[in-house]
């Protein structure tokens, strides 16, 4: 096996562990909703200050990245990870406890997104960094496929606090495995010198793409968050039900990572733009259309075509500056970003608490989650104006 190949493998592995905690939570919600007597605004915040956190330490954590190199800040983001999961298992005795925990696991998740993305770039030519970033993305499809599944069955035989105590003993052994498997990365004081001048946070491609990526996670996190709640409460389905429903949802986002990588790469290069404004609209109708679904199949069938679109219009977004911008700016480019999406998973569940509490509806929450996809549609759109203007002037 290739080192670049077992790289891959090892970094995708790690990416489905964070992305399984994201995952876990939501139908972690229901138990903890229970034992300690939580309403759908606190259950909201629990989720949002993860996100918060995640937020605010993803710019220091890109930074990190090209200061001391990714393997460095890899090992660092799964091993807090793993730690604050463990500790949010065995000591969450109290909302205070729980809504701590949360907080700092998501100081752990914050570093991982720009390390991996540092690690691709720093490996691969950029006629495949495409591609390779997608098998990555595509970790959050293989996570909410076999997550739901794994969750609906550890939290009925192990428990909530059990759950997070194996996700987290499993993050890092996965930490350790990083130390021997993934090679270095020299860091010159030229290249940091370099990163400095290049006026990354004036880019207004960037700033466009910021806006684009904090709009399409607040459906993503959103409906992570409260679909599980949305679909037993609302829909009378059993928990067993609505696993497999959003199980086919992450069978929709891991397909749409591996096929929009590869053909965004092959056919639209240059034409993103485009292919992003298409796929969120098509996106925004279908989740809309979840909620007036009336059976298990309806519902799963509009859930897979929306996460499809959602997925492919993140990752669009998301793979953009990896083929236009240097290497040496890379970690703090893609933490840039990532904040855009991680204060979209801070902001989505924070709202939507406050509406179910509001109007004892998912109704409005529904309608709030479309119109955030349309808006990461039309955030690109200056982009495809000067893209028809001048070819090739994506970024």
Same mark, same amino acid.
């Given at each position: ?14 990416? %489905?562990?964070?992305?399984? $905690?994201? +995952? ?12 300690? $007597? ?40 799964? /091993?807090? !990870? ?26 752990? =998740? ?51 606090? =059990? ?5 987290? #003993? ?19 004081? +030229? ?14 491609? !960037? ?8 709009? *399409? ?29 959003? /199980? ?6 891991? !397909? ?12 639209? $290069?240059?034409?993103?733009?485009? *292919?992003?404004? %298409?796929?969120?609209?098509?996106? /925004? ?29 993140? #990752?669009?977004?998301?793979? &953009? ?20 999406? %991680? ?15 509001? %109007?004892?509806?998912? =109704? ?13 549609? &039309? ?5 495809? *104006? ?10």
């Amino acid at each position: 096996m290739s080192k670049r190949l077992q790289m891959i493998g090892l970094l995708l592995f790690g990416y %489905t562990i964070v992305f399984i $905690d994201k +995952t876990v939570i939501g139908f972690a919600l229901l138990p903890i909703e229970k034992e300690f $007597d939580l309403s759908a605004q606190q259950l909201g915040y629990l989720t949002g200050l993860f996100f918060l956190t995640y937020s605010c330490f993803q710019i220091p954590a890109g930074w990190l990245n090209d200061r001391i190199g990714y393997k460095k800040m890899l090992i660092i983001s799964l /091993a807090l !990870l793993g730690a604050f999961a463990l500790c949010f298992g065995l000591l969450g005795a109290s909302l205070g406890l729980l809504l701590l925990f949360r907080a700092l696991s998501g100081i752990g =998740h914050a570093g991982y997104p720009a390390s991996c993305a540092k690690a691709v770039v720093s490996n691969f030519p950029p006629a495949q960094r495409t591609f390779a970033q997608s098998i990555l993305l595509s970790s959050a499809g293989l996570a909410m496929t076999i997550g739901p599944v794994l969750a609906v069955w550890a939290l009925s035989q192990f428990g909530w606090r =059990h759950s997070f105590v194996t996700l987290g #003993v499993v993050a890092c052994l996965v930490a350790l495995l990083i130390v021997v498997i993934i090679p270095g990365q020299t860091i010159s004081r +030229t290249s940091i010198q370099a990163a400095k001048q290049q006026g990354l946070f004036k880019n207004k491609a !960037l700033l466009l793409m910021f806006l684009s990526i904090f709009c *399409v996670n607040i459906p993503n996190y959103g409906m992570m968050a409260w679909l599980p709640k949305f679909l037993v409460q609302h829909m009378a389905m059993p928990v067993s039900v609505s696993g497999y429903i959003i /199980a086919f949802g992450g069978f929709g986002i891991w !397909l749409s990572s591996l096929a929009t990588g590869w053909l965004v790469g092959k056919y639209f $290069d240059g034409k993103e733009a485009r *292919v992003i404004m %298409t796929c969120a609209a098509i996106g /925004a109708v279908c989740i809309l259309a979840i909620y007036y679904m009336t059976s298990p199949l309806s519902a799963a069938l509009f859930l897979f075509i929306g996460q499809v679109c959602l997925m492919a219009t993140f #990752v669009t977004v998301f793979t &953009l500056p990896m083929k236009r911008l240097p290497e040496n700016i890379m970690g703090s480019a893609m933490g840039f970003i990532n904040t855009g999406g %991680t204060l979209g998973g801070f902001v989505s569940p924070i709202v939507m608490g406050y509406l179910v509490n509001a %109007t004892g509806s998912f =109704h409005s929450a529904f309608i709030f989650l479309s119109v955030a996809m349309l808006c990461a549609g &039309l955030a690109i759109l200056p982009l495809y *104006v000067r893209t028809a203007a001048t070819p090739r002037a994506a970024i």
